[in-house]
T-cell receptor
Framework: KQEVTQIPAALSVPEGENLVLNCSFTDSAIYNLQWFRQDPGKGLTSLLLIQSSQREQTSGRLNASLDKSSGRSTLYIAASQPGDSATYLCAVLSGGSYIPTFGRGTSLIVHP | DAGVIQSPRHEVTEMGQEVTLRCKPISGHNSLFWYRQTMMRGLELLIYFNNNVPIDDSGMPEDRFSAKMPNASFSTLKIQPSEPRDSAVYFC??????????????????FGSGTRLTVV
């Protein structure tokens, strides 16, 4: 059974810092991995989707990498801004499954 | 595309009443998920439909919960009778997922804005 862990659970940083959010998974036979952002009281917004054959995806200040052999994905946020404050979740779709497994998320606060 | 559309956005009801949540997936998506999110338990999968057929309902808490997908563009989640412990945010998500004996393709998941349910 796939297990997904996101550490740390919470993170507070000053504006302008480059930061890395981590997502670890136990079964490396994944199909894809998706990063989401959730603002308080809102739904999940997709940020990046990495297929198993890819090593990374980029969108603006966001870069997500995937290392299946080590069971890890990282979400890199460059030059963080207060507007980046949200909870970030990763979802892993295993090759033998049809239901993604979600981590509990990392709650990020970027203070001015 | 308008994305995944859920209604209502907020629902406040009294214990014992029937509650119906609605979801319209993205046109062309063939998979639909209902999730429940609480602070204590995080995001929990309730039920998964593929091509309008329920594939996995092991997350449905009990017989008070039921879900239907009468066609590719509409799904409902019904709670009858509702209880205070059902208070949560309920999300619907859709995707394109293709199987042929095994998973063939998936292009990620799109979530609706959710329905915040409060049972008093």
């Amino acid at each position: 059974k796939q297990e997904v862990t996101q550490i740390p659970a919470a993170l507070s940083v000053p504006e302008g810092e480059n930061l890395v959010l981590n997502c670890s998974f136990t079964d490396s036979a994944i199909y894809n991995l998706q990063w989401f952002r959730q603002d308080p009281g809102k739904g999940l917004t997709s940020l990046l989707l990495i297929q198993s054959s890819q090593r990374e995806q980029t969108s603006g200040r966001l870069n997500a990498s995937l290392d299946k052999s080590s069971g890890r994905s990282t979400l890199y946020i460059a030059a963080s801004q207060p507007g980046d404050s949200a909870t970030y979740l990763c979802a892993v779709l295993s090759g033998g499954s049809y239901i993604p497994t979600f981590g509990r998320g990392t709650s990020l606060i970027v203070h001015p | 595309d308008a994305g995944v559309i859920q209604s209502p956005r907020h629902e406040v009801t009294e214990m014992g009443q029937e509650v119906t949540l609605r979801c319209k997936p993205i046109s062309g998506h063939n998979s639909l998920f209902w999730y429940r999110q609480t602070m204590m338990r995080g995001l929990e999968l309730l039920i998964y439909f593929n091509n309008n057929v329920p594939i996995d309902d092991s997350g449905m808490p009990e017989d008070r919960f039921s879900a239907k997908m009468p066609n590719a563009s509409f799904s409902t989640l019904k709670i009858q009778p509702s209880e205070p412990r059902d208070s949560a945010v309920y999300f619907c998500a859709s995707s394109i997922t293709v199987y042929s004996g095994r998973l063939k393709s998936n292009y990620g998941y799109t979530f609706g804005s959710g329905t915040r349910l409060t049972v008093v």
